[in-house]
């Protein structure tokens, strides 16, 4: 075990706990909610100090026109809390922690130039531009993990929920497979960050649904008594999984109504990112629709305003994303964030029962 606390193990037997998968991943929630809770108050001062503040669609509702100059860029403290929260208690030699961190780190860096290139140019990245970006990262994800398969470990078959016998093999197509799911996950986030910790609620929850499969799925008793694809190395995901919890609820700290900064694309675009790789790893893609189905809820809104326009003129909803339609009805900001939030834990505790019912 490689951490950055591994070699005090020598200098007392305290330190031998290290080894154990649900201590370490607690201490990484902790720390990486500390680390959002110490750093944020900073980080707040110097987004407002650099005036890097958020715009406002025109087009949007009215009552959002007085979030307008709110810091953006926040995603800042969650990747900062994540990643150094992983230094300390996840295990480096374990190269599905380096895969996860990686297509973080990447979507990370081209959120984090759309949105400079919106507060200093005053245009984002072009949809044709973001969407190439992402699939190359994505299809670097899964060209790896078809290329370098290990022993017991990510294969190119698919889990399917309430089915124990058939596995099907996707063969080299799994790598334009494993590349959809992290585009579609990273902008299904990214449209669903609308409101002041709207977001937020569905990735704590996601976090919390894969931390529980990763460990299942890496543990060689409990994947053979619930028939799931053992994968050899997916536990150690469980403490990305508890690093990212404790980034996200501390992020949600600031961000909740009214929010005092929000994300950015530099936090959505790589927590989606995040959640959809994780699902690749712990084998989990099928229920990634039930884990994260409030984003996909979202994001198929999106694809039905555009197509019902497109096709017959026409609107299905007052104004996409889903979120938007419920606040032109008259929906409070607030009531809107957590009866969505229970959608989002409801749909996630389906998706944890088929892990039982096969």
């Known amino acids: 075990m490689l951490t950055l606390l591994a070699p005090f193990a020598k200098y007392h037997i305290a330190f031998n706990v290290l080894r154990y998968i649900t201590f370490r991943t607690a201490m990484a929630l902790l720390t990486?909610?500390?680390?959002?809770l110490v750093l944020g108050p900073w980080l707040i001062r110097k987004l407002h100090d650099h005036q890097i503040g958020e715009t406002i669609r025109v087009d949007g509702?009215?009552?959002?026109?007085?979030k307008a100059g709110t810091p953006?860029?926040?995603?800042?403290?969650?990747?900062?809390?994540l990643f150094g929260s992983c230094l300390l208690w996840?295990?480096?030699?374990?190269?599905?922690?380096?895969?996860?961190?990686s297509v973080t780190a990447c979507l990370g860096a081209l959120g984090l130039y759309d949105d400079w290139l919106k507060l200093r140019r005053h245009r984002p990245l072009k949809?044709?531009?973001?969407f190439l970006a992402q699939l190359a990262i994505g299809l670097g994800l899964g060209a790896y993990l078809y290329r370098y398969p290990s022993d017991g470990g990510v294969t190119t078959q698919l889990v399917v929920p309430f089915v124990k016998e058939w596995v099907p093999d996707l063969g080299l197509s799994y790598?334009?497979?494993?590349?959809?799911?992290?585009?579609?996950?990273?902008?299904?986030?990214?449209?669903?960050?609308?409101?002041?910790g709207l977001a937020m609620g569905p990735v704590i929850v996601a976090a919390?649904?894969?931390?529980?499969?990763?460990?299942?799925t890496g543990h060689a008793r409990l994947s053979e008594y619930l028939f799931i694809l053992k994968v050899k190395g997916a536990g150690e995901l469980t403490v990305v999984c508890g690093a990212l919890m404790g980034a996200s609820v501390g992020f949600l700290w600031f961000n909740s109504y009214p929010a005092q900064v929000f994300m950015g694309d530099v936090g959505s675009l790589a927590l989606g990112g995040a959640i959809?790789?994780?699902?690749?790893?712990?084998?989990?893609?099928?229920?990634?629709?039930?884990?994260g189905g409030l984003f996909v809820i979202e994001a198929l809104s999106v694809i039905l305003q555009v197509a019902s326009f497109r096709l017959t003129g026409r609107r299905i909803f007052r104004m996409a994303p889903l979120h938007h339609h419920f606040e032109l009805a008259g929906w409070a900001e607030s009531k809107i964030v957590i009866r969505f939030w229970i959608l989002a834990l409801l749909m996630a505790l389906m998706a944890l029962t088929t892990l039982k019912l096969r």
Do not use: C
């Open 208 to 216: 919390v649904a894969f931390g529980i499969i990763s460990y299942v």
């Open 61 to 66: 509702p009215e009552r959002h026109r007085a």
């Open 32 to 36: 990486a909610l500390v680390f959002s």
């Open 90 to 101: 996840a295990n480096f030699q374990n190269r599905y922690v380096w895969a996860v961190l």
């Open 175 to 196: 790598i334009v497979f494993v590349a959809l799911i992290v585009v579609g996950a990273s902008n299904a986030v990214n449209l669903t960050d609308g409101l002041d």
């Open 127 to 130: 949809i044709r531009e973001k």
């Open 276 to 291: 959809g790789t994780l699902a690749v790893l712990s084998k989990a893609e099928l229920l990634l629709p039930f884990i």
């Open 72 to 81: 953006t860029m926040g995603g800042l403290l969650i990747l900062g809390a």
